[in-house]
């Protein structure tokens, strides 16, 4: 098929540029380790109270600054709430969901995620300012969806 | 004016066409009411009284705009082309298909309508299980995509009868465009038909206790980004053929057309992933095999925007503009029929930008279910697709009623475009900046319990509001229209305009045409893409879920 000279510089240019959109995600992804939030594990979803770590949500610390949050998320909350971590914490929020599909997200960082039943979701942030950060379901969970939330107190 | 050009649909298939537009301007009409309610809500400037909540009036808005005016209108837009590049006609069998596929849907729509009438089915459009609605919405779901199948039987029943009758010919461009359309329907909408009979009507009427939250949702999604191109892709069709005679031009290319619409066939199916990005048990690198099937899409649109600038340019030249933009000025700025769908192809530049930012895997964690997804698809379908067909119903609708549109409806129309942007433009621009701070889609009005951040988003939230009220203004206007030009505008001819190819075009290749072969490469790829990650999902499922009634 006959392509016009100034159509075909367009398509190159176009292609090009996006070859190489291609390749900085992908070396973004996998050789800085930016892939978006992806844990393997899964879990009863009618069992979630009686299953490890959701037996026993909380905080953990795990290292010098270094924190595993275990919350449960649930029409409509997160327990627990109102967490304190100290400032400069890396934290790790680990959850899941006891009945329908929820979303854990922290405006103004990129922990952004979403809880399905049966699996458990995993996301880091370091949080290098103090202050008061709002945590809130994103994904349509029912009537009270607008009232799912909680905070981390950072100090 | 050459035969072609007075081609008349003729009433039977006008009448069948007719009927599709009606339920489809019903639908937006309803759809119009929600999107202005839910801004004044989202801005705290109304309560809703108690017997309705925000959610059903949000599945509403969701199923009537984003299922029912498309489709029904898709439908009704590719039966009244495929008469009109058919010497008028629609073949008996395409009729008769056509009017099965019409009482089909109706008959769904209606069901569907109903449970969330009476709140038995807030679970918005995309009916994410484990919520569990009525057993009746998911039937009426049902009715509704496989009377759409019906619909596209048609299309294809015509074409066929097209082709006998004109043996060796390239069928007409519309005709094409609107087969590989209804091709990708039909594809496309296995996955949630499969999702729909196999997991949640089962599921609803209790025959089985528990769902497989993570299948169901691939099957949904891998279902729900084709969507967006059966929106997208009439759209085209309307741009592609309609548009260069309605400027006085030629088609620019008729094979760069048919074969970006192949393109769209191959490249928009396996690619659903890139709406579950931030999803547990789904491997990065599948995610990523889709992000770049996903962007491969720019091609196909880089075509379409080289060709419409082309037919501009061209069309500009021979009616003697000089200069090297000169030929901007001889385009017919005042003609609705025009101006409404050149602003859609405008405003499609910062909506396509936008897709590029939402299927790329990081920055998608900004964004994800940030109601920046919502102001992103209110530029798509909600301005340059709705542009379109609002224009298309402008000539359209005269048309088959053996009506016109007269000068003094143009002009309203013109006024009804520029309200819709200026609306639109407050309202997505409003949404895009929120969802950057982190505002949640498909959320009622809160605080957050007097959040600082929160409190901080109201003064958008207060200007997506108005945008609304402007949006819900130019709705009014257009229904006015619509009725106006179904039933009280003068009686006269109205053309349905039907461009033809340039006389320098070479002639079209005769393996676009060759479907077999475009359907088996778009099932190699979804098998490529969904093969695997699919037989993991359902071999390593965790135990299913039970449902829930959450509002
Ligand atoms: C009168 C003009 C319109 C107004 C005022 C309007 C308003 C809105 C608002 C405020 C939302 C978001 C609510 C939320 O997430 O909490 C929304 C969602 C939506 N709108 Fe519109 N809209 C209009 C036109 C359209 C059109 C023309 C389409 C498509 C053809 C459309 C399709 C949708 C869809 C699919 C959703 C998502 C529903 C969901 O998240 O479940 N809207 N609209
Ligand atoms: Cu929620
Ligand atoms: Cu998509």
Known sequence: MHLHRYEKIWLMLGTGALALFIVILSVNAFAMGMTPPSHMEMIDPKKVDQTAPFDKPGLKKIGPNEYELVMVSFAFGYQPGNVEVPKGAKVTFITTSKDVVHGFQIPGTNVNTMVLPGHVSKITHTFDEPGKFLILCNEYCGAGHQIMATHVIVK | ?551
Not at chain 2, 403 to 413: D, E, Q, V, Y
Request: glycine share 10%; net charge positive.
């Open chain 2, 1 to 551: 004016m050459n035969r072609e050009d007075n081609v008349r649909v003729d009433r039977a298939a006008a009448k069948l066409s007719l009927a599709h537009i009606y339920v489809a301007f019903i639908g937006f009409a309803i759809a119009a009411l929600c999107g202005l309610l839910q801004g004044l809500v989202r801005g705290g400037i109304v309560t809703l009284p108690k017997w309705l909540g925000y959610y059903q009036l949000l599945t509403t808005h969701g199923v009537m705009m984003g299922l029912v005016f498309t489709t029904f209108f898709i439908i009704g837009l590719f039966l009244a082309g495929a008469a009109r590049t058919s010497d008028g006609k629609l073949s008996p069998a395409a009729s008769k298909l056509g009017w099965i596929g019409w009482w089909m849907m109706t008959i769904g729509t209606g069901m569907a309508t109903v449970t969330i009438l009476m709140n038995d089915a807030s679970v918005l459009y995309t009916f994410y299980a484990p919520m569990k609605a009525s057993p009746w919405f998911y039937v009426g779901a049902a009715l509704l995509v496989v009377g759409s199948w019906f619909g596209g039987y048609a299309i294809f029943a015509n074409y066929a009868a097209w082709k006998k009758a004109n043996r060796g010919k390239t069928s007409p461009l519309f005709q094409y465009m609107a087969v590989s359309t209804m091709i990708l329907w039909q594809i496309a909408t296995l996955g949630v038909a499969v999702e729909v009979v196999f997991q949640l009507i089962p599921w609803s009427f209790g025959w089985v206790d528990g769902v497989d939250i993570l299948l169901s949702r691939s099957l949904f999604w891998f279902f729900g980004h084709p969507l967006v191109y059966f929106w997208l892709m009439p759209a085209y069709a309307v741009w592609y053929v309609s548009i260069p005679k309605i400027i006085g031009g030629k088609v620019f290319s008729d094979s760069l057309a048919r074969t970006s619409f192949v393109l769209f066939i191959l490249l928009s199916m396996p690619v659903g992933f890139h709406h579950q990005l931030m999803e547990p048990g789904i491997s990065a690198s599948w995610k990523m095999i889709h992000v770049i099937l996903t962007l491969m899409v720019v091609v196909p649109s880089l075509m379409t925007a080289f060709s419409m600038f082309a037919t501009f340019e061209t069309t500009g030249r021979a009616k003697g503009a000089k200069s090297l933009f000169g030929w901007f000025k001889t385009l017919p700025w005042g003609d609705v029929r025009f101006f409404a769908p050149f602003m859609g192809m405008l405003y499609f530049i910062p909506a396509g930008a936008g897709g590029i930012i939402n299927a790329s895997n990081q920055l998608n964690q900004v964004i994800h279910n940030t109601i920046w997804v919502t102001g992103h698809f209110h530029l798509t379908v909600g301005t340059s697709v709705a542009l379109t067909f609002f224009a298309a119903a402008y000539w359209i609708i005269p048309h088959l009623t053996g009506r016109k549109l007269t000068k003094t409806a143009n002009r309203l129309g013109i006024v009804q475009t520029v309200l819709w942007l200026v609306g639109m433009s407050m309202m997505s621009g409003a949404m895009h900046f929120l969802g950057l701070q982190g505002a949640p889609r498909r959320t009622d009005y809160t605080t957050y319990f007097n959040d600082e951040t929160a409190l901080g988003w109201m003064s958008y939230q207060k200007l997506m509001a108005m945008g609304g009220e402007i949006l819900f203004f130019s709705s009014i206007l257009l229904i006015g229209l619509v009725v106006y030009l179904a039933f009280f505008a003068p009686k006269g001819e109205e053309e349905f305009p039907i461009g033809e190819t340039s006389e320098n075009a070479e002639a079209t290749p005769k393996v676009l045409e060759r479907w077999g072969l475009w359907v088996g490469i778009a099932a190699f790829l979804i098998v490529l893409a969904y093969g695997v990650p699919l037989a993991q999902q359902i071999n390593h499922a965790p135990p299913a879920s039970a449902g829930f009634r959450t509002w």
